[in-house]
């Protein structure tokens, strides 16, 4: 491995460092035998990229073409017919609030950009949106924009690319993690003289979670799905990205510490609930 970056400013240093394979930890998908290197996934979508960049650089020259030219003198008349001489690409200097007088049977019109203007914006938006398919991520997301959606399509939307978001860190921690972790059991092992079997460490992951965009529904969706016994805390605090034993510890010593206090569980929410008079008007 070099010691410096070959694309740096010291890209002729070739210092290296040996390093066993065991110990090196080469991250990428083997779609074919005898592949070396990984593909991105964005890969097919990069000719994208300089399709949106020409028609950007297109959209901004005919708007400074616009704008360079105030306007242009015309005629109507046929060549050699009754209209004042005009000298071919002369130019007339424009005043502020002045009113202008052509030559007889000559006229003035301003460029008109109408193209490729009035196109850009769906140009851009179905590029952007071919561009994230890639990735498996929806358009709001890759524009950073939701002002063409409601909450039903930007929920479902977000599906797909959530759980492609979970396959790759069930890539990651099969490839990546438990690789690291086991030569680090194996030193905590020997240095705690535990004796205790690596094969019967259980781990899990845990990675942040998705926030819901309406944390009241999702807590009532939360509070069916335990009642009806189709999930539990752990999968319930894994999806937040916490450990559902450290949590419930935690709840536990609130809990004790309120008890020592003598607070009583309903305590805490009495300020929230505002108070009416006798009108019936919020205090």
């Known amino acids: 491995m070099l010691k410096r970056h070959p694309g740096g400013t ?5 210092e290296f460092v040996t390093i066993k394979a065991e110990n090196m930890i080469h991250v990428f ?30 959209v901004v020259s005919a708007a400074e073409a616009a704008a360079d030219f105030s306007g242009i003198l015309y005629t109507d008349t046929p060549a050699n017919g009754e209209a004042d001489s005009v000298e071919a690409m002369d130019t007339i200097q424009l005043e502020r609030n002045m009113l202008l007088t052509m030559p007889g049977g000559w006229k003035m019109s301003q460029v008109d950009p109408k193209q490729p203007v009035t196109t850009y914006g769906e140009f851009k938006r179905e590029i952007l949106n071919e561009i994230a398919r890639c990735l498996s991520m929806p358009f709001n997301i890759a524009a950073g924009n939701s002002s063409g959606y409601n909450y039903a399509s930007g929920r479902l939307d977000h599906q797909t690319y959530y759980k492609a978001l979970k396959v790759d860190q069930s890539f990651m921690e099969a490839e990546v993690l438990d690789r690291i972790l086991e030569p680090w059991l194996r030193e905590w092992n020997l240095a705690t003289a535990s004796g ?16 819901h965009v309406d ?63 006798e009108d019936g008007n919020e205090e």
């Open 29 to 58: 998908r083997q779609d074919r035998p005898e592949q070396h290197r990984g593909i991105p996934e964005i890969t097919a979508a990069l000719p994208l990229f300089a399709h949106l960049r020409r028609f950007t650089l297109a």
């Open 196 to 211: 205790i079997d690596l094969c019967d460490c259980r781990h899990v992951w845990f990675w942040d979670g998705q926030e």
């Open 215 to 277: 944390p009241a529904k999702e807590a009532t969706a939360q509070e069916k799905r335990l009642q009806s016994c189709t999930t539990n805390l752990a999968i319930e605090y894994a999806k937040q990205g916490r450990d559902w034993e450290v949590e419930m510890r935690q709840i536990a010593k609130e809990k004790a510490l309120k008890k020592e206090l003598g607070i009583g569980d309903n305590e805490f929410f009495q300020n929230s609930e505002k108070e009416k008079d």
């Open 10 to 14: 010291d890209s002729f240093n070739t």
